[in-house]
């Protein structure tokens, strides 16, 4: 069941919380609500409990490959953008007096986003735990968040069309799955994130 009313389009998605919920029959119904309509109090708690660790789930037509390729390019330019050592997955450089990381961080990042990206490839380590690819339009996103609602933890970032949500209630804690704008969230003081990033999310 979908409300009568809800974003119109990408532009409006900002101005709404989705909430997925499962009724006693086993439907899953989603509903759009207005972010003037939400209650923020209840959900204190839990957008507290967001933090930078759960990751971003992108989701699109793209496989798991192409995902953990694009992440391997961006850990490259951001590792050799570097000025001092930066980790990747469980390593940092530590071999400064020998070399300087301005000389070892162009073959050292090469090879330690390489090694992620293998990694990830083989549905390992952290870049495999926040894939899902992008989602390009709202419907096909609700869909999936509706079938995944129950793998999809407090804190995680979704993109929908362009736009980032963090999910302030995970439906595996018996609850419905709400999501709310990450730009409103960031923007509530008593609510605001740890320091999700959101480079992956707005690319």
Not at 109 to 128: I, P, T, Y
Not at 176 to 187: S, T
Request: one cysteine or more; glycine letters at 8%.
């Amino acid at each position: 069941m979908t409300a009568a009313q809800g974003p119109t389009g990408p532009q409006d998605l900002h101005k709404y919380a989705l909430l997925i919920q499962e009724l006693p029959d086993g439907q899953v119904t989603h509903d759009w609500k207005p972010l003037s309509e939400f209650d923020l109090a209840k959900l204190q708690n839990t957008l507290g409990a967001v933090s930078s660790h759960r990751g971003i789930v992108r989701v699109s037509s793209k496989g798991l490959k192409a995902y953990c390729e694009g992440r391997r390019e961006q850990c490259v330019q951001d590792c050799t953008a570097s000025r001092s050592p930066v980790r990747i997955g469980h390593r940092i450089y530590d071999d400064v007096k020998t070399t300087p990381w301005r000389v070892a961080r162009g073959p050292w990042c090469q090879a330690n986003c390489l090694d992620e990206a293998v990694q990830c490839a083989k549905n390992r380590g952290s870049w495999a735990e926040e894939y899902a690819a992008k989602f390009d339009s709202i419907e096909p996103a609700v869909v999936w968040i509706k079938t995944h609602r129950e793998e999809i933890l407090t804190g995680a970032v979704i993109v929908i069309a362009g736009v980032a949500f963090v999910a302030a209630v995970a439906a595996s804690g018996g609850g419905a799955l709400v999501l709310m704008p990450f730009v409103f969230v960031a923007e509530n003081p008593l609510e605001r994130p740890a320091s999700t990033t959101l480079a992956e999310a707005t690319r």
